[in-house]
């Protein structure tokens, strides 16, 4: 991933780490990206201090192909911050919901219904990234105006409903969009 600069939060002696978790903090912390991490004793999520030219999306999907690499078909989470917390965190869904608007989550979940999948797919191959989930968010994935009106035109080709760029940026995600497209009347021929 990149150079060793990142650092992880300091260990006690009655903290056992398991494989996945060293691998995790040793892989986060090649990434020029990461500033400092600390993972989860389960390995299911990291805590990051990143590099403010790299957002949590990114980190997030750069793990996990490393992780896979290293034959670990692992997907934790990952939570940008902009401090550790003090002491090793032990669930990021919990660190997330305490900090709130101070944290950025990046949890892949896949999609969750057909016109999920589909949008998933459709900005994936438009994005020209390995996979899109449900909870990802427009312009975290690399979108911007242009690339909306490209794909906003794609989906009123294929479904034949029609949502502004403004609609787009505010349902942000795949499965708050597919819920705005549900909405709309969709053809009984497509996915729903």
């Known amino acids: 991933m990149g150079r060793e600069t990142g650092t992880t939060a300091p260990k006690t002696a ?3 780490r398991t494989a996945l978790q060293a691998l995790i903090e040793q892989t986060l912390t090649r990434h020029p990206g990461v500033r400092e991490a600390a993972v989860t004793p389960d390995g299911a999520g990291a805590v990051v201090v990143l590099d403010e030219m790299y957002g949590p999306l990114e980190i997030r999907e750069d793990l996990r192909a490393d992780l896979l690499a290293a034959g670990h ?4 989470a990952v939570l940008s911050v902009s401090t550790l ?3 090793r965190p032990d669930s990021v869904g919990e660190l997330a919901a305490e900090l709130g608007e101070f944290a950025s989550l990046s949890r892949y979940e896949p999609a ?3 016109l999920e999948a589909a949008l ?10 390995p996979r899109v989930g ?9 979108g911007d105006s242009l690339t909306a009106v490209r794909f906003l035109t ?3 080709a294929e479904f034949g409903a029609a949502v502004s760029v403004v609609e787009l940026f505010a349902a942000g995600t795949v499965r708050e969009l597919a819920r705005l497209l549900a909405e709309r009347a969709l053809p009984a021929d497509r996915p729903a």
């Open 14 to 16: 009655s903290e056992p």
């Open 154 to 156: 794609a989906l009123q």
């Open 112 to 114: 969750g219904t057909e």
């Open 120 to 129: 998933a797919d459709r900005l994936a191959e438009l994005l020209a990234l």
């Open 73 to 76: 078909p692992a997907d934790p």
């Open 134 to 142: 449900a909870l990802d968010d427009f312009v975290d994935l690399g």
């Open 85 to 87: 917390p003090t002491g």
